[in-house]
Structures are given as structure tokens and as C-alpha cells.
T-cell receptor
């Protein structure tokens, strides 16, 4: 049981380049989230998904797109990277509310992205 | 929208002392309040959480208290040890259903340093 995994771990992009970050979870979680973490600002929600084929905007969605074609995977895309997108990106997942009392979000190890 | 203020931003204590971190929130519908610990270069990990129907919860050396009327909740760490040194984040969400989907709003983080 690997939990939540992210690839790649590190990446350096030039301004204007594109890339996709992959998040995968093997816990059969319905909900998945992408956050970015910047110094002194905590974690901020970029996009989230409540099920396969569904996505929604979070607090800071501009410049990012997401897709959830399979329940276990949640992809975060940057179409034209900007220096302001230099950050550490974390993916998280959790069970949908229901009979389970578990509300915890489980985080992946993070991706450190630098845009020059 | 939801807002969480966390204080202090840095906290330095001697080993064996207690540490207290406080968060205030604005959304009266919030009903789930987790605390995450993040060591340098690692992912956030849940250390304790509390639901709005409980005023206090304890797990060995850590405890969380919730004051719904005043809209604040606090993390208490007793008998601190050097390995408690990390960044601590509070968060809040409304897990009662509807459209919140468990989205967490995080505080800005507290850097705790425990000196031997």
C-alpha cells in the first residue's frame, strides 16, 4: 500500500514551458486535491475532484488545469509556466463522507517546481 | 470565504516546556479542525483532529481544544522534545455535506523550535 505518490519529485522549467504533475493513490479514495505551498502562506487549494471525471476550482486555480480520468489518478497541468508558479505542490486524497468516520486527508511527498 | 489565522508564526521553547499554538476561524459552519505537522522537506502529516461536537481531545503529549463560540482552537504540546521541532499547520473545513467536499483551509503555519 503506497498511499499517495507524486511524480516527479523535482522539476525545473523555463518560462512558457508546459508540464504535468501526476498524483496517484491506491486507497480507493473518492476525493483528491492539489495544493501549493509557499513560504509563510500555508497550503492553498488549487483544484480538487470529488470523483472520476469531475473537477472543480479551488482558491488559486489560475494558470493550472486538472484532469481525473481514472479514480486513482489526478493530474495537474501547467500550460505556460510562469515564475510565480515556483512552489512546492502537494496532492492529497480522502474518503468521501458516508459511513466511514475517517476524515483525514493523506498527502503525497510533494513536487518541488522551479520556473526560471 | 473561509479564513484561518494562526499565531504565533514562530515559537521557540526549551525541552520539557509546553507549547501552545492558536488558530481563529471565520466560518461558523466549520465542524472539523485538523492539525498537521510538517518536518523539513517532508509531507504534512495529521497529528490530531477535533470535531465541533467535542471541546477537547488528547493524545499522549498533544491536545487540541475548541471554543466554537469564540471560533478558535488551539494545539497544546506538553513536555516538548527536540523531535517536536517542525512546522505546524491548523486547518478547518465543513464536513457536513453540501458543496464543501472536505476542502481544507489552512493557517499560515507555526515554526516550532525545541532547544535541548
Amino acid at each position: 500500500n503506497a498511499g499517495v505518490t507524486q511524480t516527479p519529485k523535482f522539476r525545473v522549467l523555463k518560462t512558457g514551458q508546459s508540464m504535468t504533475l501526476l498524483c496517484a493513490q491506491d486507497m480507493n479514495h473518492e476525493y483528491m486535491y492539489w495544493y501549493r505551498q509557499d513560504p509563510g502562506m500555508g497550503l492553498r487549494l488549487i483544484h480538487y475532484s470529488v470523483g472520476e471525471g469531475t473537477t472543480a476550482k479551488g482558491e488559486v486555480p489560475d494558470g493550472y488545469n486538472v484532469s481525473r480520468l481514472k479514480k486513482q489518478n489526478f493530474l495537474l497541468g501547467l500550460e505556460s509556466a510562469a515564475p510565480s508558479q515556483t512552489s512546492v505542490y502537494f496532492c492529497a486524497s480522502r474518503k468521501a463522507p458516508g459511513t466511514s468516520a475517517l476524515l483525514e486527508q493523506y498527502f503525497g511527498p510533494g513536487t518541488r517546481l522551479t520556473v526560471t | 470565504g473561509e479564513n484561518v489565522e494562526q499565531h504565533p508564526s514562530t515559537l521557540s521553547v526549551q525541552e520539557g516546556d509546553s507549547a501552545v499554538i492558536k488558530c481563529t476561524y471565520s466560518d461558523s459552519a466549520s465542524n472539523y479542525f485538523p492539525w498537521y505537522k510538517q518536518e523539513l522537506g517532508k509531507r504534512p502529516q495529521l497529528i490530531i483532529d477535533i470535531r465541533s461536537n467535542v471541546g477537547e481531545k488528547k493524545d499522549q503529549r498533544i491536545a487540541v481544544t475548541l471554543n466554537k463560540t469564540a471560533k478558535h482552537f488551539s494545539l497544546h504540546i506538553t513536555e516538548t522534545q527536540p523531535e517536536d521541532s517542525a512546522v505546524y499547520f491548523c486547518a478547518q473545513t465543513n464536513n457536513a455535506g453540501g458543496t464543501s467536499y472536505g476542502k481544507l483551509t489552512f493557517g499560515q503555519g507555526t515554526i516550532l523550535t525545541v532547544h535541548p
